[in-house]
């Protein structure tokens, strides 16, 4: 399964919670990614999946080798944003649903 096919499935699992916007047409920021009242905390960049999470989860998750700071570009990477690894063990499931109670929604995934 490509990570596109992974990440469209994760946006069927999600969207059905209230709150969850999908991926929108478009090029810009933002546009691949899923929103929780128009707040992104997950999206396919690149190939890989990239949440938005509490800086000392994503601490953790890159000193474990699980993958990296999200850098959006400009040479910086991001504190709260981690993009995982491939091949890592880690489902992008329960990854994207403690990004999505991060956000303030989902209250039964944290």
Partial sequence: MTAQERFEDLVD???????VTPPSPGRGFGSSALKYRGRIFAMLVRGHLVVKLPEARVTELVAAGEGRHFDAGKGTPMREWF????PSGLSWSALSRAALAHAGGDRNSR
Avoid at 13 to 19: H, M, Q, S
Avoid at 83 to 86: I, K, V
């Fill in 13 to 19: 699992e999600l969207a059905a919670i209230a709150g």
């Fill in 83 to 86: 993009t995982l690894g491939e």
